[in-house]
Every structure is written in C-alpha cells, then in structure tokens.
C-alpha cells in the first residue's frame, strides 16, 4: 500500500503526510479532514470542478517493491477544487 503526502507549490511549505492509504482519494480525503490550517477548500483527485494549482498529491512506494528501505518517488497527481 503506498504513502501519500500532499505538496504545495510554495517550495518553503511543509509537507502534509496522508500517510499509507488504499488509493489516491482516500488520501486526500485524510488530508481534507485533517489539513491544519484548513484551507477553506476542499480538494478531490476525481477530475471535477476547478483545477488546484496550489497543491498536488504525491504517491511514495517503498523501494525494491517493499524489500528495500525507505521510500522512492512514484508519481504526482493532480487536485481538483471542490465546493464544501
């Protein structure tokens, strides 16, 4: 099961850690529920509403398939805005 954690574009931002998730929504589900400061947005990996240019969720895999130690970069997903 992978990691996820949701990046801002701010290159000084901290990191929000979703932790490990079964897939991408559940994620940032997590992240909505649990983002502090709120961001007075909701966001959706589901391709609706208004494109977030702020924030993107990232997946992390252990490496070597789970044998190996620490995590490798797998791949960015898009956030889409969503009304609250």
């Known amino acids: 099961m992978p990691f996820y954690q949701v990046r ?10 979703c932790g490990q998730q079964p897939d991408c929504e559940a994620a940032i589900q997590h992240f909505n529920s649990n983002a502090v400061p709120p961001l007075g947005k909701t966001l959706t990996t589901i391709p ?9 969720l990232i997946e992390l895999e252990r490496k070597a398939g789970g044998t190996g130690v ?3 970069y797998v791949k960015s997903i898009p956030l889409f805005e969503t009304t609250p």
């Open 8 to 17: 801002s574009i701010d290159p000084d931002a901290v990191y929000h850690h």
């Open 48 to 56: 609706t509403g208004t494109p977030c240019v702020d924030y993107m």
């Open 70 to 72: 620490g995590l490798d």
